[in-house]
């Protein structure tokens, strides 16, 4: 009878793997700066802040597979006219794409859209990363306005977790977050290693 249990619970295993495939593929939203305070766009051409250019947002490939995000777009809130971006290209396993406000502002000139930028309000918001069919919504992520006060950004850590933390590094304020900068482009750091002095280490032998 063990046995017999044993063998159904390998066979649902088994199914289960046939039918999802292996580490399947997938493309997450990682980490948004709605309320830059400083210039964070290295394609804008200047070095000052500016509200609507230096906002970005940040996808990352978590999957194991190469992924042609061509024609994917990136909505604000959910209304279907208030498209914000349009990606072109392959994002590799592990790699990070970056849009910046000025070049999402760009794209909405050119493809008759509104121009506004990213338009990642600063009170709360929700944004959404669709597929070229337009319809289907590969990640969602809303935030709250103390999430992202200046310079701060909100990020899942690890990378591809459903964990999210607020990077606080360049304006710590309440609530606190993680004390670490934002990443554009790069990894998103975990939380610091705590330090400690003598006497704290040899208080946890007396
Ligand atoms: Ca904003
Ligand atoms: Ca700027
Ligand atoms: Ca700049
Ligand atoms: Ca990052």
């Known amino acids: 009878m063990k046995t017999m249990r044993l063998s159904v619970v390998l ?53 194991s597979e190469a992924i042609d995000v061509t024609g994917w777009r990136l909505r604000d809130a959910v209304s279907d006219s208030s498209w914000r971006f349009g990606f072109d290209g392959v994002l590799e396993p592990g790699e990070f794409f970056v849009v910046y406000g000025n070049e999402a502002y760009q794209w909405e000139d050119q493809n008759g859209y509104a121009k506004n930028g990213l ?21 969602l992520v809303t935030y709250e306005s103390q ?13 591809g977790s459903l964990n999210w933390e607020c ?3 360049l304006n710590p ?18 939380a610091p290693v705590e330090t400690a002095d003598w006497g704290q280490i040899k208080a946890l032998f007396r």
């Not at 039918?19 to 830059?36: F, K, S, W, Y």
């Not at 554009?184 to 975990?190: D, R």
């Open 119 to 139: 338009s990642l309000n600063n009170a709360g918001d929700t944004i959404t990363l669709v597929s070229a069919d337009l319809v289907t919504v590969v990640d």
């Open 167 to 169: 990077n606080d590094g």
């Open 11 to 63: 066979a649902l295993l088994l199914a289960s793997t046939i039918l999802t495939g292996p580490a399947r593929a997938q493309i997450v939203l990682n980490e948004l700066m709605p309320d830059p305070a400083s210039d964070w766009s290295p394609t804008d051409g200047n070095e000052d802040y500016g509200s609507l250019e230096d906002e970005w947002v940040e996808i990352f490939n978590v999957g």
């Open 147 to 159: 999430d992202v006060g200046d310079d701060r950004s909100w990020g899942r850590v690890p990378d």
């Open 173 to 190: 304020a309440n609530p606190p977050g993680s004390g670490l900068p934002p990443t554009p482009g790069e990894p998103n750091l975990g």
